[in-house]
């Protein structure tokens, strides 16, 4: 498959060095090249998805590229790609940094301005025009539920929370370009700071605080629980820059459902993922772990159900 890679890709973009498939990422393959001495990286789909509504990987680089032009700290997208070696991809700047969450968090020092990084980044996010991607579409609770179904097993907690988040939404907001996935993990981080924001896959039209709280969910602290945002800070300072550079004003209760939101989708996520490895669709050890995550993940829900009723 290398050596397929390679020779497709050296059509499209002259020679270049034997691709190297990178490690994490249980939903796109990333695969590293150079390429005229430039640094690129290939992200390539897989064989499935964690969510159906998950965007195209043509669609996903027509973002990146909108996000680009925002001046958003992203990697400079390159090239569109409809089939490498069956599959479609794209082609990016392969930036330096760390993006291994768990790296990340235990860094030291983690860079102090990395929490007002985040927040200055998702308010460029959410000043992109939605008119510039209008194959985006917005989210809805009942695209979690219909999933869930998908699934056909009970999993009371992940219903109970479903139904909490149903009785209890705040006063909708104006629905943004949103990333749909902005945590640590999907960063890339040096001893400066944030470098870049990965992983587009997921973005859609979204109530701005929803992009905000997800990145508060217990598993993108990565065992560093008691700095709820993604291990690495606090909120406070998180959700005052971000209000200060888009006057959206939104509020830490806003926060705290959303926080929960983002736990029953990746709970939801997680059993989808273990599906593709125990129908036979792509066997994977990581795939099956994600399965035995889904669980830790319902207890959380349980636990912030508990703290929020």
Known sequence: ???????????????????????????????????GGEPLLVRR??????HRHTL?????????????????????PVLYIEDLDDREAFVMERIPGETIGRRIVRMDPVPAELPLQMAEELAKIHAIPAE?????????LERLVDELDEVDEPHPAIELGLWWLRESRPEPRKSLVVHGDFRIGNLAVDEQGLVGVLDWEFAHLDDPARDLAFGLVRAWRFGNDELRLGGIGDVEPYLER????????????????WELAGNVAWAIGCLTQAR?????????????ILGRLGAEVEYEICHLLETLS
């Open 1 to 35: 498959m290398i050596s397929e890679m390679r020779e497709a890709l050296e059509a499209l973009l002259g020679p270049v060095s034997e691709p190297v498939l990178l490690a994490g990422g249980a939903s796109k393959e990333a695969w590293a090249v150079d390429a």
């Open 45 to 50: 789909a897989a064989v499935g998805v964690i």
């Open 56 to 76: 195209s990987l043509r669609d996903e680089f027509a973002v990146l590229e909108a996000a680009h032009e925002a001046g958003v700290k992203v990697p400079r």
């Open 132 to 140: 510039r991607l209008p194959f985006l579409v917005e989210a809805s």
């Open 242 to 257: 971000y209000n200060e550079l888009t006057g959206v004003d939104i509020r830490p209760e806003e926060l705290d459902y």
């Open 276 to 288: 593709r490895h125990l129908t036979g669709q792509d066997r994977s050890v990581e795939l099956a």
